[in-house]
């Protein structure tokens, strides 16, 4: 695919040229179009071990059917067209769910999450001869003393490495919560009940087979939330998105033929990928996530804003739509649905967001997207229990004093300080805060752990930040979605 990267005025208006060429070649290949037709199948193995599901859009209420569920459609587009496929699985009692194969119960394993999303080429332009595609949910038998359940299929599976387990024998049971958006294990109950307590916390949980230990075991998840703060990483390179404003893509290129459609765009503003050893004390690099949950690893019409700035906005055209999908090796990808009318109908294409290792992001279209690995990203929801890849103060030796390291810190969203980080703030009151014959100004201390949103602080930390990678994250800040009231008490500090 030809890549184009803005780097002068010169070349923006080379693209910009090009630009119009393109369409000018999209408005007179208008009728080259063409009807693909498909047929999805889901099933399952063995027969009578759970229920299947299957559709063209997500969602949180599954028509589950214990029979094989297919569906015939048709999709308008130039070329071969891709379509998304959702397929569903829910394990019957005494079973457990363990992985998606394709094309044979037997197939290559392809995901063990319940619901699985893929994204499929077809081809057949005869209703008669539609291109065909099947998934079997594969389920295993629980017929030993412990068995496990999860509560909510929506928010998390579960596993157990013994299923045949007896008196006597060691079993681990574990549990997968929908941490993409933002649900994370409670906890082990002996009952399906929400007024039952929790028999551990652990997870995963190993304990020995006895008659005191036996019986079912469910995992409880916490609601999936709408709104999440996370940071977002791609996985080749290491870096980190990070966004500097609210201008549109400004390149846009491709391929217009009856065989290939080739879309993207180059954000040469708005957008922004950073290296890692900058990430770390940049409040951009953290995202306020809003979005649909729609199940196991899948956040429909998401956004990402920092310090006022959208991601929706630096797409080029309301018809997008940002969404996040699970991969089946647990990292995430981040793509969007990009519409482009052509003879009065619309042809969807699904465009990944990328990080070529150049200066820019880059959003494209294409089979070999799907398995790029430009493509992947590992998405950090943020929690106290996170280390590497969690929100730190970027402290650097040089503004030291007594052993503490020293650096400034604005958000436009409440956090709390975990590692020992500590904040002050210059009280209105600077004309009697300010010692001018010992040249110091006196600062306030914020009591407590939590510093309010627009509120410009100097942030007191035990380290020096390392480099993000895979380090694990000293000095870090949690960000709050719920606004918080902060009392602060009075101290002397010198700056």
């Known amino acids: ?88 699985a829910q394990a019957n009692s005494g079973w457990i769910f363990d992985h998606w194969a394709k094309g044979t119960a ?33 389920f295993k038998q629980q017929t030993g003393q412990v068995k496990v359940y999860s509560s909510n299929t929506n928010r998390g599976s579960v596993n157990i490495d013994n299923p045949n387990n007896t008196l006597g024998q060691n079993v681990e049971i574990s549990a997968t919560p929908d941490v993409a958006n933002g649900v994370y294990f409670l906890g082990w109950k002996r009952e399906n009940s929400e007024s039952a307590e929790f028999v551990s916390t652990q997870n995963p949980y190993s304990f020995n087979v006895t008659e005191e230990t036996k019986g079912d075991y469910y995992a409880f998840f916490s609601d999936p939330q709408e709104k999440v703060y996370c940071r977002i990483r791609n996985r080749n390179t290491g870096r980190f998105i990070s966004l500097y404003g609210n201008a549109k893509a400004g ?22 990928m950073i290296s890692p050893s900058d990430a770390q004390g940049n409040p951009s690099t953290v995202f306020l996530r809003t979005g649909t949950p729609m199940g196991v690893g899948f956040t429909a019409l998401a956004n990402l804003s920092a310090l006022g700035v959208s991601f929706q906005n630096n797409l080029v055209d309301t018809q997008h739509q940002l969404q996040m999908q699970a991969n089946p090796d647990g990292s995430f990808k981040i793509y969007t649905i990009v519409s482009v009318p052509d003879n009065d109908e619309t042809i969807y294409l699904s465009s990944y967001l990328c990080d070529e290792g150049t200066d820019w992001a880059v959003m494209k279209t294409g089979e070999s997207s799907a398995t790029s690995t430009a493509s992947n990203w590992d998405i950090y929801i943020l929690d106290e229990n996170l280390s590497v890849g969690a929100f730190g103060a970027n402290t650097k030796a040089k503004f030291t004093q007594d052993g503490k390291y020293y650096t400034t810190m604005y958000t436009d969203f409440d956090y709390k300080m975990l590692d020992g980080v500590k904040a002050y703030y210059l009280p209105a009151e600077v004309t ?64």
């Not at 040229?17 to 999805?40: D, E, H, Q, W």
């Not at 057949?124 to 291109?131: G, H, I, P």
């Open 251 to 272: 390149a846009h290129q491709g391929v217009y033929d009856d065989n290939s459609f080739d879309d993207g765009y180059v954000f040469t503003n708005g957008l922004k």
């Open 432 to 495: 009697t805060s300010y010692d001018e014959e010992n040249q110091v100004v006196h600062l306030v201390e914020v009591t407590g752990d939590k510093v309010p949103a627009h509120t410009a602080v100097v942030l007191e930390c035990k380290d020096v930040q390392n480099t993000a990678g895979d380090n694990p994250v000293l000095n870090r800040l949690l960000p709050l979605v719920m606004m918080l009231i902060i009392l602060s008490l009075q101290l002397w500090v010198r700056v």
């Open 106 to 138: 037997n197939g290559t394993s392809v995901s063990t999450d319940p619901h699985y999303q893929v994204t499929e080429e077809v081809t057949s332009t005869r209703s008669n001869n539609r291109t065909s595609f099947t998934y079997y949910a594969v």
């Open 1 to 88: 695919m030809k890549r184009f990267y803005m780097k002068s005025a010169q070349t923006m208006r080379k693209i910009t040229a090009l630009m119009a060429m393109i369409f000018v070649a999209v408005a007179a290949n208008a009728g080259t179009g063409s009807t693909f037709y498909y047929k999805a199948t889901a099933n399952m193995s063995p027969t009578g071990s759970g229920k299947v599901y299957v559709a063209t859009q997500a969602t949180t209420n599954p028509a589950y059917q214990s029979s094989a569920k297919t569906i015939t459609g048709d999709q308008y587009s130039v070329g071969s067209a891709d379509v998304t496929f959702h397929y569903y």
